[in-house]
């Protein structure tokens, strides 16, 4: 096999050679002698490896596991790719219309967006998605899906379906159309006169559509005595949004993030550019271990600024900002060009990652900054709220339900059984009963997390002289179950509102559903009762 240099190198080479006098002579040398290196160690693989190769396939191993080494949002995205980067800063979405997961292997859609392609087609929660336009979509991922059927809105395809609880296939014709998400999909009251604003993303207008929601209540409820602000798994979204969402409550002219960087004069300082609507209104945000970027840019800022009182979990962790650079031939690189840092000073992004995920930083690890009412606050590994409530997510049962689709398949058990069911916020779920029994069986045929570092323990055992360890195991393993089995009692009442939930979502979307999750929710109710008491969240805030 014939090798020539690609034409990649030859322009990374000159870029080196014309940049050479911003770069200290050691620093020239490394660079340039590690892309030799590297030139020369493809040269030889394409030459003299055993068997033919695919320069391309090579070349992106090798850029995949050098962007891998820094962070989990440096990425390069490939001609094949530029198109499927769909995720819109003006909060629409087109092709399937519908959330999926592959389950036992197969495309399974497990919620339709209200309004989309799959909804218009009738397609629910629990249809399987065999084919599109003939080709088969066994071992694709829900990515893989999305490219397959994006496509010019208005278009067709076609789909090869089975519907749950079905055993023939059938052909469906989908009609590509774009729908808007809305980013506050619901907006109420919750007791006591508080006001309750639900924020998922922060996409176009999304500090508009909050100003409007906070003003509609306002105006619908005089004695208004304060406002929860939910950003419980809110990935973030547009900087200036972030921005404009600050601003409703704090003041015009107010720092609010700076972007600093390796390239100083690109750093960036970005303040409230307008009029708030309420600078005193008592205020309480809600924030998880997914709420990140501009999410915890504005959780971070009223925290700072001493504004508002957080609660729920230390959030993700994201305080990076990308760039996205053509490299040639339609290919792009989104590269970590800077850091979000807040008023007080710190920065949010989390400084180490396992599998991806950012690590929990001990708090002795983390440096201390201070709000404006001196309060102390932690920097690295996100935003820890004021008041820390118990994360759900993390209960063992919960994992194994959830990552084994026990609790999916059961729903749509129960929801296949009734055409309608009362509207959210009303809708009482009394089949728990059925429930723990549909569970405790499926239980028994799976290995949740634990169980499945237990079988990688027992084998490396086995492939070892380690003996008589297997009596440990199988106490372990029983301890396990047992733990799972007393959940169902222990946590009854967590598990009820997550079936509720769940149950809601298939009939009602997800404005019923953030109605249904209001009733009940933990959090939600921490937050009334700080906000109904003045003491407390002044004594919060250190406010005299």
């Known amino acids: 096999m014939k090798f020539s240099i690609p034409r990649i190198f030859i322009l990374i080479l000159l870029f080196i050679t014309l940049g050479a006098f911003t770069l200290n002579n050691d620093r020239l040398y490394e660079i340039s002698k590690n892309i030799e290196i590297f030139v020369n160690v493809y040269k030889e693989i394409n030459t003299n490896y055993v068997d033919d190769v695919d320069p391309s396939t090579l070349m992106r191993t090798g850029i995949d596991a050098m962007l891998e080494s820094l962070d989990p949002y440096t990425n390069y995205i490939s001609e094949s790719q530029v198109e499927s980067y769909r995720i819109s800063d003006q909060g629409t979405y087109d092709g399937l219309g519908a959330k999926t997961k592959t389950i036992n292997g197969i495309l399974t859609i497990t919620e339709p967006l209200e309004g989309g392609a799959a909804f218009q087609a009738g397609l629910k929660a629990g249809d399987q998605v065999l084919e599109v336009n003939g080709l088969k979509t066994e071992g694709k991922t829900s990515e893989d899906l999305d490219r397959l059927v994006r496509g010019v809105v208005g278009t067709t395809i076609n789909l090869t379906v089975k519907k749950y ?16 998400i809305p980013n506050v999909p619901y907006e109420g009251m919750v007791k006591d006169d508080i006001a309750y604003i639900s924020l998922t993303t922060f996409t176009m207008n999304a500090g508009k559509n909050v100003g409007s929601a906070l003003r509609k209540l306002k105006r619908e409820n005089k004695e208004l005595k304060g406002v ?18 600050s601003n409703i409550f704090i003041n015009q002219g107010e720092e609010i993030v700076s972007t600093k960087g390796k390239v100083r004069e690109r750093d960036q300082y970005f303040k409230t550019m307008g009029v708030p609507i309420d600078l005193e209104i008592p205020l309480a945000v809600l924030i998880d271990k997914r709420s990140a970027s501009a999410s915890e840019i504005v959780s971070g800022t009223i925290q700072d600024l001493d504004r508002g009182v957080l609660i729920g979990q230390r959030s993700y962790g994201k ?13 792009r690189v989104k590269v970590t060009t800077s850091k979000y840092y807040i008023p007080s000073g710190r920065c949010i992004q989390s400084v180490d990652y396992e599998n991806g995920e950012p690590k929990d930083i001990a708090d002795a690890d983390r440096n201390t900054f201070y709000t404006r009412n001196k309060r102390p606050v932690l920097d690295g590994g996100g935003v820890t709220p004021d008041i820390i409530m118990e ?17 999916f398949e059961y729903i749509n058990t129960f929801c296949a059984k009734y055409d309608s069911i009362p509207p959210a916020g009303e809708f009482v779920y009394d089949s728990y009963s059925e429930f723990v029994a549909f569970a405790k069986d499926k239980l028994e045929r799976v290995d949740g997390p634990l169980e499945k570092k237990l079988k990688e323990v027992e084998t490396i055992s086995k492939e070892s002289d380690i003996q008589g360890i297997s009596a440990d195991i199988e106490s ?13 009692v222990e946590h009854e009442t967590t598990l009820k509102r997550r079936i509720m939930s769940e149950i809601v979502t298939r009939y009602y979307y997800q404005r019923g559903k953030k109605k249904q999750e209001l009733l009940g929710d933990p959090e939600v109710e921490r937050a009334v009762q700080i906000l109904n008491s003045p003491a407390e969240y002044k004594a919060l805030l250190k406010q005299v």
């Open 476 to 488: 372990i393993r029983a301890k396990v179950k047992a733990h799972y089995l007393n959940g169902f």
């Open 391 to 407: 994360d759900e997510d993390k209960l063992a049962l919960m994992k194994v339900l959830e990552e084994e689709n026990i609790l």
């Open 319 to 331: 305080g990076l900002v990308q760039n996205t650079m053509e490299v040639g031939y339609q290919s």
């Open 228 to 245: 929860i602000l939910d950003l419980r798994q809110n990935g973030g979204g547009l900087l200036r949004e972030a921005i404009a969402v």
């Open 165 to 180: 609880g079905e055993s023939n296939q059938e052909t469906v014709v989908l009609t590509r159309t774009g729908i808007e």
